[in-house]
């Protein structure tokens, strides 16, 4: 179960990477800021669910 979970979360991620590129692309640097950060703010969910598995 905690490996479907962690699969999706890193699936919904990619997409959102995907698009933030995209926006990135088009708008410059300070938008890139913004990815970043929102993808930091991601991580905390991300890492209890793979600490779990061990």
């Known amino acids: 179960m905690g490996f479907l979970v962690t699969t999706l979360i ?3 991620i ?3 990477a995907c698009l ?3 926006i990135c692309c088009n708008r ?3 938008t890139n800021l913004w990815a970043i950060v929102y993808l930091a703010q991601m991580k905390p969910l991300i ?3 793979l600490n ?3």
Request: proline share 11%.
């Open 28 to 30: 410059g640097p300070s």
């Open 14 to 16: 990619g997409i959102i």
């Open 20 to 22: 933030c590129t995209r």
């Open 47 to 49: 890492v209890p669910i």
């Open 52 to 54: 779990e598995g061990e």
């Open 10 to 12: 890193f699936a919904v």
